[in-house]
Structure formats: C-alpha cells, structure tokens
C-alpha cells in the first residue's frame, strides 16, 4: 500500500489571487490529502474544512508551528502574500523542512523565481 502523506499548501487562507486556494481545490479533487496551514481559524478556514483538508492554524514566522504543520509531509507548495517578513517566512519553512529531513520538499513561490 502506498504512503499516502498530506501536502502543505502554506497560505492556504491568503489573497495571493486565489492561488493556494485553488491549489486545495485541485489536489483533493485529485485524491490527495492536503494540510492547508493558514494563520487564524475564520471562515477561511471552515471553508478549506468543509473541503476536505486538513487545516493547521499557525504562524509562518515560529519554527514550532512550522515544524508541527510539516509532521508526515513530503512536500510543500509555499504562497503568501507579499509582505516584509516573507523571505524569513519562506526561510524559517525551508529551515524546518530540512531539519525534519523532508525528502525533496516543492516549494512554489508565485512571487519570485529563486525558490526551488
């Protein structure tokens, strides 16, 4: 039987033109569990339940609630909006992935091409 690990859509709440959303959407539509990290439990989140997903309520900036979120996962798609303290977002998840040995994490980054 194949491992069946949930994928982690990070910013599955936010605005980034609906993105992460339809990526929820699509990948459960497809079969595949998802863990929808969002960062406050609102009407956002209950819809992404509703779905189907797994929703973990955290903060991209603390290393807990991203070492939580990643417990089990293989893979990552990261999207946020645009904001300050995004590049520390994006490094504190990519530190956290690693340090949880996620073999060959995805990470997309809509907003810059330099995340692999």
Do not use: W
């Not at 982690?8 to 605005?15: E, F, T």
């Not at 339940?49 to 603390?62: I, N, P, S, T």
């Not at 909006?81 to 073999?103: E, F, I, K, N």
């Amino acid at each position: 039987m194949t491992e069946r690990n949930p994928i982690l859509i990070a910013g599955a709440g936010g605005q980034v033109g609906g993105v992460s959303r339809v990526m929820v959407d699509m990948l459960l539509e497809q079969g595949h569990p998802v863990r929808a990290f969002v960062r406050r439990d609102d009407e956002r989140a209950q819809s992404l339940r509703q779905a189907g997903a797994e929703v973990f309520v955290g903060d991209l900036l603390k290393l807990a609630d991203v070492a939580a979120a990643l417990k089990g996962v293989k893979r990552i798609y990261f999207s946020m909006t645009p904001q300050p303290y995004y590049g520390d977002a994006l490094t504190v998840m990519a530190a956290a992935a690693r340090a949880q040995g996620t073999s060959r994490p995805s990470c997309t980054c809509p907003t810059t091409s330099r995340c692999t």
